[in-house]
Nanobody, 128 residues
């Protein structure tokens, strides 16, 4: 059974930092496209970052230079380090896994429907 469990969300002031974690079980994520999406209140789900098989990363323009995705293969865990947080980063953040390997273009950031497995989300609130 595939499980993705996010953690690390919380409330932070503008300019602050958070690190989100996504613990993956039952799935060989290193050979598949992994991602972080987010959904703000009243808005659709948007891609934040993609991690393609092989290590290529693709970031949304809104988070470039501020967010960094990383992984710990030994722990089967993905991380999303978020710095210089802004109020517009307030959202529920989701970890998602695809059944395909490569996602090297920003096309996939707008295609949440292509990702087969999702976590339950972790909430991030940034106050100004």
């Amino acid at each position: 059974q595939v499980q993705l469990v996010e953690s690390g969300g919380g409330s932070v002031q503008s300019g602050g930092s958070l690190i989100l974690s996504c613990a993956v079980s039952g799935y060989p994520y290193s050979g598949h496209c992994m991602s972080w999406f987010r959904q703000a209140p009243g808005k659709g789900r948007e891609g934040v970052v993609l991690l393609s098989s092989g290590g290529t990363t693709t970031y949304a323009d809104s988070v470039k230079g501020r967010f960094t995705i990383s992984q710990d293969s030994a722990e089967n865990t993905l991380y999303l380090e978020m710095n210089s947080l802004k109020s517009e980063d307030t959202a529920m953040y989701y970890c998602a896994a695809a059944q395909f390997s490569y996602c090297r273009t920003d096309y996939f950031l707008s295609r949440a429907d292509l990702f087969a497995y999702w976590g339950q989300g972790t909430r991030v609130t940034v106050s100004s």
